[in-house]
């Protein structure tokens, strides 16, 4: 745990103080090689318009200068994703990587240009 101040202006002493379990912060990622993305998935990820509404195709990612970061949905919920993302025209080899990732404990995935590659997993020529 730590603590957190929150401060009332320049100069001042902070007014309250919140104890935050950070634990319950943490996650775990995967660091895969870009090439694991076609090119099509990547650019669809890069391109994407983040949706608020529960009927819509909603994927969390941030794009980075090196490739994107990928949330891993729930096992639970990730058939209703899978379909979702094959009618925006994602793949399906996506969801190999994703319940990959799901598989071994890991909530992001960071596709990145100089990330390696992982021999259990395709990787796309592009």
């Excluded at 509404?53 to 990730?78: K, L, T």
């Amino acid at each position: 745990m730590f603590f957190c101040g929150i401060i009332g202006g320049v100069g001042t002493q902070p007014r309250t103080q919140k104890a935050i379990n950070m634990s319950a912060n943490i996650y775990k990622y995967m660091d895969l090689g870009i090439g694991h993305l076609t090119k099509e998935d990547y650019n669809i990820l890069k391109n994407i318009k983040i949706h608020n509404n529960r009927d819509s195709w909603a994927v969390s990612i941030a794009v980075h200068a090196y490739g994107v970061w990928v949330w891993v949905p729930e096992e639970e919920d990730m058939g209703l994703f899978e379909e979702m993302s094959l009618e925006h025209g994602v793949s399906a080899s996506l969801f190999k990587v994703l319940r990959y990732a799901r598989k071994h404990g890991c909530n992001w995935i960071n596709f990145d240009g100089d990330a390696e590659n992982c021999d259990e997993l395709e990787v796309f020529d592009w």
